[in-house]
């Protein structure tokens, strides 16, 4: 392999870490979900497990509702469509954040 082949290659190599670098910073300012006071919005339903899938839109994190009531499902099925508010944040499990958060 010529020395400007091998340049080249390990050009290549430093532009991939440098991505990689900027990706994990990016991710780091952006999405802190455990400093994040949490604003929690319905926006899907998991027709399985009869839970209410939310998300909070500052920092990109997942929940579910567990146990919602037969009012609080019947009021998500319009959730995909139409996302809104959910208030009691002490019922969100979000758990779920440490695997889906990117
Ligand atoms: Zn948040």
């Not at 990016?26 to 209410?52: F, G």
């Not at 469509?81 to 979000?94: D, I, L, M």
Request: aromatic residues 14%; proline residues 6%; contains cysteine.
């Amino acid at each position: 392999m010529s020395p400007v082949m091998k340049l080249i290659i390990l050009f290549r190599e430093f532009i991939y870490y440098v991505h990689i670098f900027i990706y994990a910073l990016r991710d780091e300012m952006e999405n802190k979900p455990k400093e994040c006071n949490h604003s929690w919005w319905v926006y899907s339903t998991a027709i399985e497990d009869q839970t209410l899938e939310v998300e909070c839109p500052k920092c990109k994190s997942l929940g579910a509702v567990l146990d919602p009531t037969s009012k609080e499902w019947a009021k998500a099925f319009y959730a995909p469509q139409c996302p809104y508010k959910w208030r009691e944040g002490n019922r969100v499990h979000h758990a779920i954040n440490e695997t889906f958060n990117k």
